[in-house]
């Protein structure tokens, strides 16, 4: 089982911000607050249009569920759109009984997901007094396209078909639209049938409560607070509403709802029923709400344009440089992200993405490096919300006037969550932060977006974040950084503090961090002798690579701000830190990037880690070095395995292909291996290992969900699925337009 908290591991641009209308009708965002689904939507290179239907199915969203808990892995792959903390899925082809209603909600109890229903509004037809069979017609067509979920049924000259799409936040809207396929006229009565999937155990299990209302059913949730497991205030609400008068009757557990008059439908007509689908965590919410889903059941037409159009735009953006062939991956990719996005909610202040709504510990949360990278695969197609994710962990950035940590001023925590520990959450975690690639994501951002303002935002806070690494994490101050942990209650122990540095690589397990492999902690002080904080004694290769791109990045953002003297000062810090890396962290005997001791001893004994390749893709290592550790990655006994780029050497004595960071795949660490071969110009050999990559991660080109990582030697799919920052680096790994990579950006 995974620890609960924190999670085991966590040219100027010349493309124009393009403001979006909405289409009449369509759903608005809260006064203030800025719509990420619209605002500063990619405006990507021309290429040639694939209709919608070309990427139908690119993942498999079918199935139904057993219980109300997910388990830790959900099994049933889900969608959702524009922030939504609900979601839904396709009924299962094999099982008539799910079929005339959409899987679900998933809904995420303020940070865990839980099923309410296994199909919560199933569509009933009748004739006569008698239920029509669904299945009659053979069985339905269960399509997801990009941004819709579909299903159509053909019983007895009918044609019934629902779509699903997301209208805003926090409310889906159903279509059913009913046709007469026959040669006489039909009366049909329509009905709508579910059933609560009630959690096992107490307190949970006696959370939800169903209520008839004028226009449809909802369910309330009773106060439960277990951190572990279930968290609602009391003030949660699932509402269906109608637009057509109906009448809902109750039984236990289960709800009718009836069409208050009969559908006539004369040969060739079709009538259309809507409603909409509501989740919500506050009173304010819901008043909010209510007047969105009366807007969008006056003109329910007006959303399928509105959003496709949406989804057209995100497809280009992510499909611009694409070759054909990955063009279905990318767009895999990008609904991915797209069903992790969630809108602002609790603590979490602005529109971020989670790591994957089908991994019960990430489904409520986000994290610092995941953000960096995600914000760089989503300012592809929606700048506006990489914007947002990463306002979103800087709105927690710890401030000089922090009542509890101002030693820390300027660091970005690990991970924040709808809780934070006041609020009885367990998950937020300000034990440690994550690697230092934010000024990277801002600079990414800016280039697709063209936005100065932005630049200016996060310039004195990307600032305050280096600031904090050299005075936090430089135990010996000779300018190399070390991963450590910080002065909270929870590091109390050597071992603790030791676990919240490895954490704070992000690689958690990896053997550079192994206590018996002498990885240990010394506490750091200021002026006054006060403790701040802990180092590792050792000092990180991939740690000071990330630094160093970051002060390249942060010296461009100074001169598109112009501000020459900071462009001056950042560019000479980068090349100090870029020389320190390449003369005191290269093993000329192995031809690698390791670890070194606070005496400069280089950490060969631990092994060859991926790390070591970071050097290639900041633009630290020279040629000669470039060139040796490209011989380490394109070894099929070292980095080139059937699957490409384990996180640890297959002949390290520490390889071992299923143990999170000790041998598995992970992408994020796979594009920095590729891109860094292609900026030293091994391009032949980076798109060699990006195909076998691809094509050897198993289900990676199917419909099979995005993994958090791959076993190097099966390619089997390990972890958690539908993973976000593996869709984020996939979407430059697959296109040819790769932006600058790491390191400086050319002048």
Known sequence: MRPRSPRVLTALALTLVVGIAPAAGASQPAPGREDPARQGTAAPAAHAQLPPSAYANVLDLQGVPASAQPGEFNPVGVFADRGAWHAYALPSAKDPSSYGGFTGPLHIAQEYPWWLSKSFSRIRLTEAGAALDLAAGGTPELTSLPGALRQTYRPHGLRLTLELRFASDRTALVRAR??????????????????????????????????????????????????????????????????????????????????????????????????????????????????????????????????????????????????????????????????????????????????????????????????????????????????????????????????????????????????????????????????????????????????RAFLREMYPKLAAYQAWWYRNRDHDRDGLAEYGATLDPANDSAEQRRLAAAWESGMDNAPRFDAALGAAVVANRDASGAVTGYSLTQESVDLNAYLAADQGHLAAIARALGDGAGERRWRGRAAATHRAVRERMYDARDGWFHDTALDGERLTARGRGIEGAIPLWTGTASPAQAAAVRDKLTDPGEFATPVPFPTVARSSPHFAPQRYWRGPVWLDQAYFAEAGLRRYGYTAEARTLTGRLVTGARGLAAEAPVMENYDPLTGAPLNSPHFSWSAAVLLPMLSEDRGYGGGQPPS
């Open 178 to 451: 009913v046709s007469n396929t026959g040669h006489r006229p039909r009366t049909l009565g329509a009905g709508w049938t579910g059933t609560l999937l009630r959690p096992d155990a107490p307190p949970q299990r006696d959370a939800p409560a169903l209520s008839a209302t004028a226009r449809g059913v909802a369910v309330g949730f009773a106060r439960v607070r277990e951190k572990w497991d279930y968290l609602t205030d009391g003030t949660e609400r699932f509402e269906v509403t109608h637009r057509e008068p109906v009448r809902t009757t109750l039984a236990g557990d289960s709800y009718r709802t009836e069409l208050a008059a009969p559908l006539v439908l004369a040969p060739g007509a079709s009538r259309t029923l809507d409603w909409t689908e509501s989740y919500t965590f506050t009173a304010a919410e819901r008043s909010r709400e209510a007047v969105s889903v009366r807007r969008v059941l006056d003109r329910p037409a007006a959303t399928a344009p509105a959003g496709d159009a949406r989804w057209r735009r995100y497809v280009a953006g992510v499909t611009a440089a694409v070759p054909p062939a990955r063009r279905r991956l990318a767009v895999k990719s990008l609904e991915t992200l797209v069903t992790n996005w969630r809108s602002a909610a609790g603590r979490i202040r602005h529109d971020a993405i989670s790591p994957s709504l089908s991994y019960k510990w990430f489904a409520g949360g986000v994290w610092a490096w995941d953000t960096w990278k995600q914000a760089v695969g989503t300012a592809r197609f929606a700048p506006g919300l990489a914007k947002s994710q990463i306002r979103a962990m800087f709105d927690h950035q710890v401030r000089s006037t922090s009542a509890t940590r101002p030693q820390d001023a300027g660091m970005v925590p690990d991970a924040v969550f709808y809780n934070d520990t006041s609020d009885g959450g367990g998950n937020w975690n300000e034990r440690n932060s994550k690697p230092p690639l934010a000024a990277w994501a801002v600079w990414e951002v800016y280039r697709r977006s063209g936005d």
